[in-house]
């Protein structure tokens, strides 16, 4: 059973301050991705990773950063929180490719509230 | 460029009346398409995925590649189907990205 998880359920940050989200999956997965869940705005995809310490931008990647030092954890990083980033921070990991069994799994969110 | 839509935001029915919540997407090659849905207080997860043809939870869809759309449909809605659904869509290839639509959150009365 895929377990992802993320380390805070809820964060409240002041404006400026640097964020740290931390995922982590149990699965071997090498593809994880972090989105932003807004209502009306479906998931928007911000970074995501193949491999370690490879990266790719999203949609949305203006005022994040990622950090992937081991296979098994990706980290979003917010260099200077802004309001406009309050927001439920979902990570993802995806079963390999060439498996034909598509999915990904999902952690439990980080309900981010910068103030 | 890719996209999907779900036209409704919020979409309320009887328990036993039938359930359609739309999706459209666009895409010009031959894409994969997945329903996810997130349940009170639940983590996100997946529904069901058109390559594996299958119903779970008595809900289906249909890839209508003309229509170009994936609309999920179940006959009888129970009030535990109440949840906020996802329509995914995935180009099979490169690194797996989905790219979501809005969502529907779906009501079901007693």
Partial sequence: ?115 | AQRVTQPEKLLSVFKGAPVELKCNYSYSGSPELFWYVQYSRQRLQLLLRHISRESIKGFTADLNKGETSFHLKKPFAQEEDSAMYYCALSPLQGAQKLVFGQGTRLTINP
């Avoid at chain 1, 301050?17 to 699965?27: A, N, P, S």
């Avoid at chain 1, 932003?36 to 994040?64: A, C, H, N, T």
């Avoid at chain 1, 990570?91 to 509230?113: D, I, K, V």
């Fill in chain 1, 1 to 115: 059973d895929v377990k992802v998880t993320q380390s805070s359920r809820y964060l409240v940050k002041r404006t400026g301050e640097k964020v740290f989200l931390e995922c982590v999956q149990d699965m071997d997965h090498e593809n994880m991705f972090w989105y932003r869940q807004d209502p009306g705005l479906g998931l928007r995809l911000i970074y995501f990773s193949y491999d370690v310490k490879m990266k790719e931008k999203g949609d949305i990647p203006e005022g994040y950063s990622v950090s992937r030092e081991k296979k098994e954890r990706f980290s979003l990083i917010l260099e200077s929180a802004s309001t406009n980033q309050t927001s439920m921070y979902l990570c993802a990991s995806h079963t390999p490719w060439g498996t034909g069994f598509y999915e990904q799994y999902f952690g439990p969110g980080t309900r981010l509230t910068v103030t």
